[in-house]
């Protein structure tokens, strides 16, 4: 616990006993979070002693030790101002190497001329607490220079001498500088202005050429560095916009780094598990025109490992849409506990993808809807196939993960609704029909913009099932005896009274709300289930004028 004579010894003590008492400081509160027995005079006096002396002439190991003392005093949200102070910023920045160069020094120096690099990792750190907490410093960072010197440090991303420390907790502050809600106003300036966009795809592929010529995959921390440039890279390109010709350059360049990043193997699983991840997220961001560059001619890419009957298709080579569907096939097999963190960016790509790619629908139709054999005779929903699971999740109680679902099925069905009750079953599939103003369309219709070649030739085994598959439910049924059977019309015509009367006291209680199909093809909610009855009663009148004017 520090007190107020605390601060008098930080800024008197000799150089040797100050380093003595910041570590005992830093032992005593490594895992404080918020200081409540400090007092706010005291904490503010304590940091201005800090600060004061950093502005001395100290070696780098007391340097690092006010820097860490005074990272722990930035986890807490109030009680900051001295710490978030205009001077106090310049001096972290200055301490973390952040000086923005004029366009002639930039030309005079190929690489930052490095101080001890444990010193600026430190400053950095300090100044990540800072953004993260303070809207004051989020702002201030963005029209000091802080910005400018953090894309500029990326020239020298290729210099040897730099540490992997540096580089990350750049693009770790360059990640918030571009998140948080105060500084929206950076990601045009980085992309556009800076040319951020290009520095950034650069290091990205300086890190896969490193890892190819050490004929090695992916260490670690070549991961977290590579993790952290993708979410810049995702906040840059969050808003969407039409894209001139340079910018068509950039996404067709960044698609292909990203096909990299998907096909590059990692030394570690759970790394490349993350790498996969933050890949998917971007490629939302890209407009699905670029899409194209996720596939190469089999004779311009060595197939690295795999047979290439297995990754061909349309003369394309798709190893990289297998690593989209075992990445999906991965994520489907997960607990139910985030679904929808762990399902809606990988079904939204793939989804996007075959909508607007026939080579890469064709290829993801034949993994994951197969012509139907024998499994007809479980319900869709049941089983471990690629079907069985995805139409499991067409009753999801998570509403994202359900209609990305629904769609990407859809999609693989040409936008087909009979086909896609072929796989799915009507009864799985009711919501996306309702959604989509399907329930009264011609079921043979095809909505979508789609080659009319057949990819659904049946298979002799579900021939021979077909004429027994009930629709509602998609699967197989021996045939069953017509409850209904020697019944006269009166007992039917009572039990479907019955059944009325039961349908309008669940819907007075509110348990269920009949509808009927509009005009749209859309449910219309009814005030009383007798409604349900006026089409059919319009419908034997007709029927019953007919057969009198015959």
């Given at each position: 616990?520090?007190?107020?004579?605390?601060?008098?010894?930080?800024?008197?003590?000799?150089?040797?006993?100050?380093?003595?008492?910041l570590?005992?400081?830093?032992?005593?509160?490594?895992?404080v979070?918020?200081?409540?027995?400090?007092?706010?005079?005291?904490?503010?006096?304590?940091?201005?002693?800090?600060?004061?002396?950093?502005?001395?002439?100290?070696?780098?190991?007391?340097?690092?030790?006010?820097?860490?003392?005074?990272?722990?005093?930035?986890?807490?949200?109030?009680?900051?101002?001295?710490?978030?102070?205009d001077?106090?910023?310049?001096?972290?920045?200055?301490l973390?190497?952040?000086?923005?160069?004029?366009?002639?020094?930039?030309?005079?120096?190929?690489?930052?001329?490095?101080?001890?690099?444990d010193?600026?990792?430190?400053?950095?750190?300090?100044?990540?607490?800072?953004?993260?907490?303070?809207?004051?410093?989020?702002?201030?960072?963005?029209?000091?220079?802080?910005?400018?010197?953090?894309?500029?440090?990326?020239?020298?991303?290729?210099?040897?001498?730099?540490?992997?420390?540096?580089?990350?907790?750049?693009?770790?502050?360059?990640?918030?500088?571009?998140?948080?809600?105060?500084?929206?106003?950076?990601r045009?300036?980085?992309?556009?202005?800076?040319?951020?966009?290009?520095?950034?795809?650069?290091?990205?592929?300086?890190?896969?050429?490193?890892?190819?010529?050490?004929?090695?995959?992916l260490?670690?921390?070549?991961?977290?560095?590579?993790?952290?440039?993708?979410?810049?890279?995702?906040?840059?390109?969050i808003?969407?916009?039409?894209?001139?010709?340079?910018?068509?350059?950039?996404?067709?360049?960044?698609?292909?780094?990203?096909?990299?990043?998907?096909?590059?193997?990692?030394?570690?699983?759970?790394?490349?598990?993350?790498?996969?991840?933050?890949?998917?997220?971007?490629?939302?961001?890209?407009?699905?025109?670029?899409?194209?560059?996720?596939?190469?001619?089999?004779?311009?890419?060595?197939?690295?490992?795999?047979?290439?009957?297995?990754?061909?298709?349309?003369?394309?080579?798709?190893?990289?849409?297998?690593?989209?569907?075992?990445?999906?096939?991965r994520?489907?097999?997960?607990?139910?506990?985030?679904?929808?963190?762990?399902?809606?960016?990988?079904?939204?790509?793939?989804?996007?993808?075959?909508?607007?790619?026939?080579?890469?629908?064709?290829?993801?139709?034949?993994?994951?809807?197969?012509?139907?054999?024998?499994?007809?005779?479980?319900?869709?929903?049941?089983?471990?196939?690629?079907?069985?699971?995805?139409?499991k999740?067409?009753?999801?109680?998570?509403?994202?993960?359900?209609?990305?679902?629904?769609?990407?099925?859809?999609?693989?069905?040409?936008?087909?609704?009979?086909?896609?009750?072929?796989?799915?079953?009507?009864?799985?599939?009711?919501?996306?029909?309702?959604?989509?103003?399907?329930?009264?369309?011609?079921?043979?219709?095809?909505?979508?913009?789609?080659?009319?070649?057949?990819?659904?030739?049946e298979?002799?085994?579900?021939?021979?099932?077909?004429?027994?598959?009930?629709?509602?439910?998609?699967?197989?049924?021996?045939?069953?005896?017509?409850?209904?059977?020697?019944?006269?019309?009166?007992?039917?015509?009572?039990?479907?009274?019955?059944?009325?009367?039961?349908?309008?006291?669940?819907?007075?209680?509110?348990?269920?709300?009949?509808?009927?199909?509009?005009?749209?093809?859309?449910?219309?909610?009814?005030?009383?289930?007798?409604?349900?009855?006026?089409?059919?009663?319009?419908?034997?009148?007709?029927?019953?004028?007919?057969?009198?004017?015959?």
């Amino acid at each position: 616990m520090m007190k107020e004579g605390d601060a008098r010894l930080l800024q008197e003590t000799n150089e040797e006993d100050l380093c003595i008492f910041l570590e005992k400081i830093i032992s005593e509160n490594a895992q404080v979070f918020t200081f409540l027995d400090l007092t706010t005079e005291v904490k503010k006096k304590c940091i201005e002693a800090i600060l004061e002396r950093l502005r001395g002439n100290l070696a780098s190991r007391c340097i690092i030790l006010c820097l860490q003392t005074l990272r722990i005093f930035s986890r807490e949200k109030e009680r900051m101002e001295t710490l978030t102070s205009d001077e106090s910023i310049r001096l972290m920045m200055t301490l973390a190497g952040l000086k923005k160069f004029t366009e002639e020094e930039e030309m005079c120096t190929s690489t930052i001329q490095y101080r001890d690099q444990d010193v600026i990792v430190e400053a950095q750190k300090c100044l990540c607490n800072l953004i993260f907490n303070s809207t004051a410093v989020q702002r201030n960072c963005c029209q000091c220079g802080c910005v400018e010197a953090l894309v500029q440090r990326l020239k020298t991303y290729g210099d040897p001498e730099l540490r992997f420390d540096v580089k990350f907790f750049d693009m770790r502050m360059l990640f918030l500088l571009t998140a948080l809600p105060n500084c929206i106003e950076t990601r045009p300036k980085i992309r556009y202005e800076l040319h951020g966009f290009t520095y950034l795809m650069e290091v990205l592929d300086l890190t896969l050429r490193a890892a190819e010529e050490r004929k090695a995959g992916l260490g670690d921390q070549d991961v977290e560095l590579c993790s952290e440039i993708l979410k810049i890279l995702f906040n840059l390109t969050i808003e969407k916009k039409s894209a001139d010709e340079e910018e068509e350059a950039h996404f067709m360049r960044l698609v292909s780094i990203l096909r990299d990043l998907l096909m590059c193997k990692t030394l570690s699983k759970d790394k490349q598990e993350e790498l996969h991840s933050h890949t998917i997220n971007l490629l939302i961001n890209i407009p699905v025109d670029f899409y194209e560059e996720l596939l190469t001619p089999l004779n311009e890419c060595e197939v690295r490992g795999i047979e290439n009957k297995e990754v061909e298709y349309d003369g394309k080579n798709m190893e990289a849409i297998i690593v989209l569907i075992h990445f999906l096939d991965r994520r489907l097999d997960r607990p139910a506990k985030n679904m929808k963190e762990n399902l809606t960016p990988i079904l939204h790509c793939l989804c996007e993808a075959c909508r607007h790619i026939r080579p890469i629908r064709k290829f993801c139709r034949s993994k994951v809807l197969p012509p139907l054999r024998e499994d007809v005779r479980r319900l869709p929903e049941e089983g471990t196939s690629f079907r069985n699971r995805l139409c499991k999740l067409l009753t999801s109680p998570v509403t994202e993960v359900k209609d990305l679902a629904a769609h990407f099925l859809f999609v693989l069905c040409k936008e087909n609704v009979t086909r896609m009750v072929k796989y799915t079953g009507y009864g799985n599939c009711a919501g996306l029909l309702s959604q989509f103003g399907l329930l009264k369309t011609d079921p043979a219709k095809i909505m979508g913009d789609y080659s009319s070649d057949s990819e659904d030739s049946e298979t002799e085994e579900y021939t021979q099932l077909k004429d027994k598959v009930n629709p509602v439910t998609g699967c197989y049924e021996e045939p069953r005896a017509d409850p209904m059977a020697g019944m006269s019309d009166e007992q039917k015509e009572y039990e479907a009274m019955r059944l009325l009367d039961a349908m309008d006291k669940l819907q007075l209680q509110g348990i269920i709300q009949p509808s009927r199909i509009g005009p749209d093809g859309r449910p219309v909610p009814i005030s009383h289930v007798l409604e349900l009855t006026e089409n059919q009663g319009a419908a034997a009148n007709n029927e019953s004028q007919k057969n009198d004017a015959d």
